[in-house]
């Protein structure tokens, strides 16, 4: 079978999607990675090849803040930053979206579209109040089950008034509320209410929301937040079927279109090699003029076969001549020194 493979590689997950060539999704799969996205990415494609052999891939794209260190370890045919890819999926989930609510583990974002294109996104700064981590500790601390989370906040009949214009303030508060005697169902739906407007706040930063708004990402999976949104906005929230895998499905997406344009072949390096990946990382900071890029950099087998960071470009070459490698390897070496 023919199809397109998605990568999605975030902080604390990984994802993967593969679409079969009319779009549909054939398998998807998401991931913790524990701190380690390379063995969460080589059980995943081992998953897959146990239960798709035969699939004959035409092309794979990669996404997400780990984007390129998928995309050595896959052969990607196309690496794009993770707005463009959940604008994508979102597009093609639902073409009249005009809003995409995007909370992950430990970072959230919010995307406008515009008749099908993406015109602004923001996404958050420093806060983690509302990411999926975040909602793990207070479950775990109030001794719930995260599955269970969303289902104890609609049985609220008083939600408890939380603070929630910072991570560290709101669980002081809920755990203040919560020595007042408050009942668990209560301080659960008062947290995702808190955790609603502060995602509003500092995240929307008070720009208009407007219909269709799709909810995706791993905290989707909490109806206690959605009903919160829909709560606050006064608007319905759809939670797209693939939520938690949108991003790996816009990956896919976007490798399908490349593919169609060029019909060049992929460098996608089948489940097998994928397995056997194994790769040594380095970084250094780029001290050639005032921006300090901390360049980082994948080894494979003794030779470099990733390098990314800089915003100029100029250390993304990796076919130099070998006066320019000579000359690169030199101001490595006194960057390494700090001289």
């Avoid at 609609?154 to 991570?167: K, T």
């Avoid at 002081?172 to 808190?194: R, V």
């Avoid at 994928?274 to 030779?303: A, M, Q, V, W």
């Amino acid at each position: 079978m023919e199809c397109f493979i998605g990568v999605d590689v975030g902080s604390v997950s990984a994802k993967i999607a593969v679409l079969d060539m009319d779009k549909r999704v054939i398998f998807e799969t998401y991931l913790r990675t524990h701190g380690s996205p390379v063995e969460a990415l080589q059980g995943g494609f081992q998953h897959l090849q146990e239960k798709l052999p035969d699939l004959e891939v035409l092309a794979a794209g990669t996404t997400g803040s780990g984007r390129h260190l998928a995309a050595v370890m896959i052969g990607a045919d196309t690496v794009k930053n993770e707005i463009t890819a959940h604008a994508v999926a979102a597009r093609e989930i639902n073409p009249e979206v005009r809003t995409v609510i995007d909370i992950g583990g430990q970072d959230s974002k919010i995307i406008f579209l515009k008749d099908g294109v993406s015109c602004g996104f923001n996404m958050n700064s420093v806060c983690a109040a509302g990411t999926g981590s975040f909602l793990d500790h207070q479950a775990t601390r109030l001794n719930v089950p995260i599955e269970k989370f969303g289902e104890l906040a609609l049985r609220s009949r008083n939600p408890v008034r939380i603070a929630g214009r910072c991570g560290v303030f709101a669980e002081s508060d809920l755990i203040s509320k919560q020595q007042m005697g408050y009942s668990k169902e209560d301080l659960i739906a008062g947290l995702c209410l808190a955790l609603a407007r502060n995602y509003l706040a500092n995240v929307a930063r008070g720009k208009e929301i407007r219909p269709v708004v799709l909810f995706q990402g791993g905290v989707a999976a909490n109806v206690g937040m959605r009903a919160a949104f829909e709560t606050l906005l006064g608007l319905p929230v759809v939670v797209p079927p693939y939520y938690r895998v949108m991003g790996a499905i816009g990956a896919a997406l976007l490798a399908r279109e490349r593919w169609l344009k060029t019909k060049s072949p992929t460098a996608f390096r089948g489940a097998r090699a994928i397995s056997l990946f194994d790769c040594s990382p380095r970084s250094f900071i780029c001290n050639d003029c005032t921006n300090n890029c901390k360049i980082s950099e994948l080894y494979l087998g003794g030779e470099i076969v990733g390098r990314w960071g800089s915003r100029c470009g100029k250390w993304a070459n990796l076919r130099l001549s070998s006066a320019g490698r000579q000359d690169q390897r030199e101001k490595l070496r006194l960057v390494r020194r700090g001289a």
